[in-house]
């Protein structure tokens, strides 16, 4: 790269530029990736605790249904009374430019969708369990999306971040450095120039006095 470039001070003020620009943003992609890790891990270690809560509450959900279909037979038909979940909602929200889903249910609307005189207490722990799996879910679901979100991120960062280092960097530095030489050298012919130039007139001078 660095011979592929005139030796003017003009193009080191520019490279010095690109240089200083290329530093600078190597410094916050690598800021930017350190924030985006940390809150990964915190979401990863959410992550891990909802997925042990989650089978938790599923293993009380399904014995309880089990027994409610032992003491009351087939339940379907209760179930099919219970309505389709549809108050949740999405939005997002922005960490370092990554935007994460933010997910939301009405956790008002759990009422009792069905009549006591011929269930029982099984089913009602059913009903409740699998209430707090669908709620655990919903979080669930955010967090992994978010994790799934800041890892591409992550990726995308510090490829960006490695190009600076180890290819834009060192190039404007090497460029730089090219550049330096060659007006060095530059200054240095020119000044023995003048040196000679200087010489030979102080030698005509001196002829003519001597004649």
């Known amino acids: 790269m660095a011979t592929q470039i005139f030796a003017t001070k003009g193009n080191l003020i520019s490279t010095k ?3 200083a620009l290329a530093k600078l943003g190597y410094e916050l992609l690598d800021r930017k990736r350190n ?8 979401l990863t270690d959410e992550a891990k605790s909802l997925r042990g809560s989650i089978e938790e ?4 959900a399904y014995s309880a249904l089990q027994l409610a279909n032992i003491t009351m037979g087939i339940i379907s038909p209760i179930a099919d009374n219970i309505p389709v979940e549809e108050s949740i909602s999405v939005t ?7 935007e994460l889903p933010r997910i939301t249910m009405n956790k008002h609307d759990s009422k009792i969708r069905y009549g006591f005189m011929q269930t029982n ?3 009602d722990k059913a009903y409740i369990a699998f209430n707090k799996v669908k709620e655990i879910t919903v979080v669930l679901a955010q967090v992994e999306n978010s994790i799934y979100r800041l890892a591409v991120a992550i990726r995308k960062t510090q490829r960006r971040a490695n190009a600076l280092k180890n290819i834009i960097i060192p190039n404007s530095e090497e460029t730089v450095k090219f550049i330096t030489n060659a007006l060095d ?9 003048l040196k000679v130039i200087k010489a030979q007139k102080s030698y005509k001078a001196k002829k003519q006095q001597l004649q």
């Open 17 to 19: 530029k690109t240089l």
């Open 35 to 42: 924030i985006l890790i940390r809150e990964m891990m915190l």
């Open 57 to 60: 509450t599923y293993q009380v």
């Open 92 to 98: 997002v929200k922005s960490v370092m430019g990554v």
């Open 121 to 123: 207490t099984q089913l």
């Open 185 to 193: 050298e530059k200054d240095r012919e020119e000044f023995s120039r």
